[in-house]
C-alpha cells in the first residue's frame, strides 16, 4: 500500500474517480497546467486534457455558478476555491442556489457538486488565507460540509462526496497537507459521510475536534495522560450531517466535554456542538462544556499562534475540566 | 383583456438606441427583409400563447387582489418578448429563468393547471408550497428553477451549455434577465465565461426599462445593454421587444450561432413593463402616466393580431373563441387549485437532501406532534 501525505491522497481520489466517471470534472483558478496553488491537482490536467480540468477565469461566483449549471445537466463538477477565504463572491450561488434547488423545486433538481477549498491557519497566510468558514455553511440547510484529517480518511470521503447528490463543502487542513504520510489503498473505496471516528478511547473527557486540529488534540491527549488523565478524541470528519450517536454515547461515558475548532467562538461549530451536548448528556455531565478555540477576531498574522487553539491551550482546558 | 385601440406599431425609442431588428410594420405586413416567414399557423399558435398569457395574467392579479392568492409578479405588455424568443428554441433545449416568464413554461407544454397550483402552493405545486407564487420549477419542459436574487440563473445557465458542449450533445440554454440584472456580478461572470468558453447559450435581456423602480438609465452608462457584449467577445443583438417576430427572429439566429458551435449571444430585446414590478408595487410613485401610455399603444398582442389579419390567418371569431376557452380554462384550474389541499406537513422536511439527517427527522416528528397554527395564511 502506498504511503501519501493529504495532498497525494486528494490527488489520488480525484484522479481515480475521473478515471472511473466521465462526468467528473475539475475547474478553478490555477487548478490545470500547474496543478492548484497547492498542487492538489498535479498531473490531471496531463492525463485529462483541458475539457476536464478546466483553468477558468478568476471569478469565484462564476466558478461556483457555472458548476452548478453542469451538476444540472448532469455532470459532477468538482471546483476549488483557491482558499476558504476567497469563497465569499460564491456565497449566493452556494447558499441561495446550490444548497436550495433540490428543495425549491420539489425535488425535481439535485446539484451533486463537490467545492474543494483549503481552510485553517498555520502557513503564515494572514487574515486571507487562514479563516475556517465552516459554521456559516452547515448553519445554511442543504449543505453537507465534510473536513478530513489526514490522507486516509481524505481520499475515501472524497470519494463518497463526488458520488453524493447533493452539494459538498469539502475543506481541506492545509496547514497538515503534507505534515503525516500514511498508508493509503489503490483505487476505490469510500469513508462515509456522517460517521465520526473515535481515534483514542479515553475514560475521562471526550475532546471533539477535526481538520488540522486534531493533530495538537492527540499531542495534548498524551501530555494529560502523563498526569493520570485518560482523553478519548473524537474526529468528527463530516461536520454535517453530524454523527451525534456516536458524541453522545462518548459523552455519556466520560462526562466532560472539551471541543476544539480553530474558527472564532461566538457561532462557532463549538456552540452548537455544546448545545446538543447539553441537551442530550445534561444529567451525564460532571463539568461544563469547555471551547476551546480562534478569538472573535480576525485572524492575524504575526501572533498567528497566540490565535490558534494548539496545545498550549488545549492541555490546561484538559486539565482543568478533568478537575472540575 | 384590456387591450388599447391605436396601435403605433413601433415601440418607442431612445436616443442610441442603434440598430434594433423589427419585422412587423405598421401596416402589419412584414418587412421581407428580416421576416422569419414562419408557417401562419406557427405565428397562429404564437399569437394564441400571447393572449393566454395576457389572459392569465390580468386574472391573476384580480386573485391577488381579491386575497385568494398572495402575490403575482407577471408579464403584462412583454408577452411578444417572452413568447418570441421561447418560440425560438428548440424541443431539445433549455431555459433558465428569471420570474416573469410563465409564458414561456407554459409555452414549453407545463398544463395550466401545475401553474395555478404553484400559485396557489398547494399539494399539487411542483415546487410543493415551498416557494412563493410564480417561483416556478418544470424540469419535464426543460425549464428550469426560479430564485429571487437577481441574476443568478445566468451563470447557471452558461454552466449548463457549457456541460453540454463538453459531453457533445446538440443542446443550447437561453437565460432570461431583466436590464436590471446587467448590474449585477453574475451577468458580468455570465458573459465572461460564457465568452471564454464560447458556450450555447443565449442570454436574454429583456430591457423592460424598469427594475422595479429604478430606470434602465440608472442601471448603465453605456449606450445599450447589447453594446455590453462587445468586452466579453460575445455578440450581441438588439430586436423590437414587442414585435413577436422579431424577438423570434433575433433568439433564432442565437439559437443557431450557438448550435453550430460558435458559442453565446446577448440579445437585448427591447419592451416596456406596463404592469408594476409585482402586485406588491404601485408605479405610479415613481412614473409618468404618459409613459405607460406610449408603450400601452405598442402592444405586442395587436400587433401580431394585425400581421395575423394580414395573413388571413385571424378573425374576430377565432378572437372571441380563444377569449371563451382560455377564460373557462383557467377557471376551471382556479376551481381545482382552490379545492386542492396544502402540502402535507411532512414535505417540509423532505428534499432539504436526498437522504434527511437526524435532525431533520426529529425536527419533523416534533413538528407533527406539537401543536399546530391557527391558520397557514
Not at chain 2, 87 to 111: I, T, V
Not at chain 2, 140 to 162: C, D, E, L, R
Not at chain 2, 298 to 327: F, M
Request: proline share 7%; hydrophobic share 40%.
Amino acid at each position: 500500500m502506498p504511503e501519501m501525505t493529504l495532498v497525494q491522497a486528494i490527488n489520488d481520489a480525484l484522479r481515480t474517480e475521473m478515471r472511473r466517471d466521465d462526468r467528473v470534472v475539475v475547474l478553478g483558478e490555477d487548478v490545470g497546467k500547474v496543478g492548484g496553488v497547492f498542487r492538489v491537482t498535479q498531473g490531471l490536467y496531463d492525463e485529462f486534457g483541458e475539457n476536464r480540468v478546466i483553468d477558468t477565469p478568476l471569478a469565484e461566483g462564476g466558478i461556483i455558478g457555472a458548476a452548478i449549471g453542469m451538476a444540472l445537466y448532469g455532470m459532477r463538477p468538482v471546483p476549488e476555491i483557491q482558499f476558504a477565504d476567497f469563497i465569499y463572491p460564491a456565497f449566493d450561488q452556494i447558499v441561495s442556489e446550490a444548497a436550495k434547488l433540490r428543495y425549491r423545486s420539489g425535488g425535481e433538481y439535485t446539484v451533486p457538486m463537490v467545492i474543494r477549498a483549503p481552510v485553517g491557519g498555520g502557513i503564515r497566510g494572514g487574515h486571507y488565507h487562514s479563516q475556517s468558514p465552516e459554521s456559516m455553511f452547515i448553519h445554511n440547510a442543504g449543505l453537507t460540509v465534510v473536513c478530513p484529517s489526514n490522507p486516509y480518511d481524505a481520499k475515501g470521503l472524497l470519494l463518497s462526496a463526488i458520488r453524493d447528490d447533493d452539494p459538498v463543502l469539502f475543506f481541506e487542513p492545509k496547514r497538515v497537507y503534507r505534515a503525516v504520510k500514511m498508508d493509503v489503498p489503490e483505487g476505490e473505496y469510500t469513508v462515509p459521510i456522517g460517521k465520526a471516528k473515535v481515534i483514542r478511547e479515553g475514560k475521562h473527557i471526550t475532546l471533539i475536534a477535526w481538520g488540522a486540529m486534531l493533530f495538537e488534540a492527540i499531542s495534548s491527549a498524551e501530555e494529560v495522560a502523563a498526569q493520570g488523565v485518560d482523553v478519548e478524541i473524537v474526529d468528527l470528519r463530516t461536520l454535517w450531517p453530524l454523527d451525534i450517536d456516536t458524541i453522545v454515547e462518548s459523552v455519556q461515558k466520560t462526562g466532560r466535554v472539551v471541543i476544539v475548532h480553530e474558527a472564532p467562538k461566538t457561532c462557532g461549530f463549538g456552540a452548537e456542538l455544546v448545545s446538543l451536548v447539553t441537551e442530550r448528556c445534561f444529567l451525564h455531565l460532571e463539568a461544563p462544556p469547555v471551547r476551546v478555540t480562534g478569538w472573535d477576531t480576525p485572524f492575524p498574522y504575526t501572533l498567528e499562534n497566540e490565535y490558534l487553539p494548539l496545545q498550549h491551550r488545549i492541555t490546561p482546558a484538559l486539565l482543568e475540566t478533568s478537575r472540575y | 383583456m384590456e387591450t388599447p385601440h391605436v396601435n403605433h406599431a413601433r415601440s418607442p425609442r431612445s436616443p442610441g438606441d442603434g440598430e434594433v431588428l423589427t419585422v412587423i410594420r405598421p401596416d402589419g405586413t412584414a418587412d421581407p427583409a428580416t421576416d422569419p416567414a414562419l408557417p401562419t399557423e406557427r405565428v397562429r399558435s404564437l399569437y394564441e400563447a400571447m393572449v393566454r398569457t395576457r389572459i392569465v395574467d390580468e386574472q391573476l392579479v384580480r386573485l391577488q387582489r381579491q386575497g385568494r392568492i398572495g402575490f403575482h409578479i407577471g408579464s403584462l405588455g412583454e408577452e411578444a418578448c417572452i413568447l418570441g424568443s421561447a418560440a425560438a428554441f428548440r424541443e431539445q433545449d433549455w431555459l433558465f429563468p428569471c420570474y416573469r416568464e410563465f409564458g414561456a413554461l407554459l409555452w414549453r407544454g407545463m398544463p395550466l393547471q401545475r401553474y395555478v397550483d404553484n400559485m396557489f402552493g398547494n399539494a399539487n405545486d411542483p415546487a410543493k408550497g415551498r416557494q412563493m407564487p410564480d417561483h416556478y420549477t418544470g424540469r419535464a419542459f426543460h425549464f428550469g428553477s426560479v430564485s429571487s436574487p437577481i441574476g443568478t440563473q445566468m451563470t447557471q445557465a452558461v454552466g449548463f451549455a457549457w456541460a453540454a458542449k463538453l459531453r457533445g450533445d446538440d443542446v443550447v440554454a437561453g437565460a432570461y434577465f431583466g436590464e436590471g440584472a446587467t448590474s449585477s456580478s453574475d451577468f458580468h461572470t455570465a458573459m465572461n465565461f460564457a465568452g471564454v468558453f464560447k458556450t450555447p447559450a443565449v442570454m436574454l435581456c429583456r430591457n423592460n426599462r424598469w427594475a422595479i423602480s429604478v430606470p434602465a438609465e440608472r442601471q448603465t452608462a453605456s449606450t445599450s445593454f447589447a453594446v455590453k457584449g462587445i468586452a466579453y467577445g460575445v455578440p450581441a443583438m438588439r430586436c423590437d421587444g414587442n414585435d413577436a417576430l422579431a424577438t423570434f427572429a433575433a433568439v433564432r439566429q442565437a439559437v443557431e450561432r450557438a448550435a453550430a458551435g460558435d458559442g453565446s449571444t446577448l440579445v437585448e430585446m427591447l419592451t416596456y413593463r406596463i404592469s408594476g414590478h409585482s402586485t406588491s408595487d404601485d408605479p405610479r410613485a415613481y412614473r409618468a402616466e404618459d409613459e405607460v401610455e406610449r408603450w400601452r399603444q405598442t402592444d405586442p398582442l395587436l400587433r401580431l393580431r394585425r400581421h395575423l389579419e394580414v395573413l388571413g390567418g385571424w378573425s374576430d371569431a377565432d378572437q372571441e373563441r380563444l377569449q371563451k376557452r382560455t377564460e373557462a380554462e383557467l377557471r376551471a384550474c382556479i376551481e381545482t387549485a382552490e379545492k386542492t389541499p396544502p402540502p402535507r406537513l411532512e414535505t417540509m422536511f423532505e428534499d432539504v437532501f436526498a437522504h434527511p439527517p437526524w435532525n431533520l427527522v426529529e425536527q419533523c416528528e416534533q413538528v407533527i406532534d406539537g401543536p399546530r397554527p391557527k391558520a397557514h395564511h
